[in-house]
């Protein structure tokens, strides 16, 4: 499959998932499994530590919910925090979409290679070349930031702390390497030319409109 047209079902994935219900949330877990099912791509020890990294982000959302919405009392404590059957609904319901969130997001990253990620953020950014932005940087900012959260996401028995003084070396070495497998040179016209290739896209726009549709009818 085409990047951009991963990014694209990424995408509407996201968009279903966040606003949607438990029934969006039901459907997007079923959809991951088919993903995981065909592409081995299952989640691992590394997916469970960038979600237990957002445990008091977790908490903070329970607290707000759980204790501040309206609705049927379910457990009083004191007489100013109650709990409600809507707060534990939604509250639930929020989690479960940043959860899956997480989780398709290390999906995509692990299914797609950087030379890839570069080739089909390139492409969806590429229309805004229009309006001034440099859609070059703009990519490998984004390849950038994705390097420093897998650095922060490793397991501490596979990573050392490293200093500021010794990260900066290798971030720069890093995206000069992703810049050498992403780009390549027009030795002809003498500029750097990034490496798209539209023409296997074909057919393929099918996806990301039919998981549109799904979700719509749903």
């Not at 707000?64 to 639930?92: D, K, N, Q, R």
Request: glycine letters at 4%; proline letters at 3%; one cysteine or more.
């Amino acid at each position: 499959m085409h990047p951009l047209i991963r990014i694209l079902c990424f995408m509407v994935f996201a968009l279903f998932v966040s606003l949607g219900g438990m029934a969006e949330a039901a459907l997007g877990l079923l959809i991951l499994i088919v993903i995981w099912y065909f592409s081995k791509t299952y989640p691992n020890q590394h997916t469970w530590n960038r979600v237990k990294r957002l445990r008091l982000f977790f908490i903070s959302i329970m607290v707000i919910y759980l204790w501040f919405t309206p609705g049927e009392l379910l457990v009083e404590i004191g007489s100013y925090l109650t709990i409600t059957y809507e707060g534990v609904f939604l509250a639930s319901q929020r989690i479960t979409a940043l959860v899956l969130l997480v989780i398709s997001v290390d999906t995509l990253l692990r299914s797609t290679s950087r030379n890839e990620l570069v080739s089909g953020l390139y492409f969806l950014a590429k229309p805004f070349n229009s309006f001034g932005f440099d859609t070059e940087k703009m990519v490998i900012r984004v390849l950038l930031t994705m390097e420093f959260v897998f650095q922060s996401t490793k397991p501490e028995n596979e990573t050392k702390k490293l200093n500021l003084a010794a990260y900066v070396p290798m971030i720069s070495n890093k995206i000069s390497s992703d810049m050498l497998m992403a780009i390549k040179h027009d030795k002809k016209e003498e500029t750097i030319c990034f490496n798209l290739d539209a023409s296997r896209i074909g057919y393929q726009w099918i996806f990301p409109l039919g998981l549109f549709c799904l979700f719509l009818a749903f």
